[in-house]
């Protein structure tokens, strides 16, 4: 390789590495629990960032399945504009319906056949669509309509993680749904610094 050549590869490979420390790479890690009202950590929660700074174009299309008469994962964060794939994995017909925002019936099909739906703008994230079967009335699941895709949903002892997180000062939100009551974390502000993770705990409260 020529001296020139070299130089211009020197400059191409600073390129990328810029370009990814804003998306993932460079950023720094938030994770923490959620519990709720200081009882039992809060499994199934979903954290995020209320607002970061730019715009983020939607995610690849994910799917959102049903399985075992559960809505699998139940709780879906998705950035604005990004498809879902409503999948029915059981041998029983299901329907997907939502009676939020601008309220949504996908019908109902069979095992093995999917739907899509792509969930637009939302003027006040998260804008949270209750997902419902007409079919089997004890089925919920949510899809939480994000401004940005640095969110998690919590595991079992209520532990999140939120990885490349870009270097900045932020309001770290908490969302909880039950089937008849819905919960939310006083938001917390939480400082990201490329070098050092940070920890935030949220509690639920009504
Ligand atoms: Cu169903």
Redesign the pocket.
Known sequence: MSRHAGFLAAIVAATVIAHTGTLGGAGSTISGTVTNTGQAPAANALVYIQEVPGTFPPGAPVEMD?RG?KFIPQLLPVVAGTTVRFLNSDP?P??VFSPDYEKYDLGTWQQGQTKEYTFPECAKPPCVYTQL?K??VE?DGYVAVLQNPYSAVTDKKGHYEIANVPPGSYTLAAWYASRTRRYKAQPKPVRVDASEPATVDLVLAR
Do not use: A, E, L, R
């Open positions: 049903q008469m029983s299901h329907n079967c079919v089997h089925m």
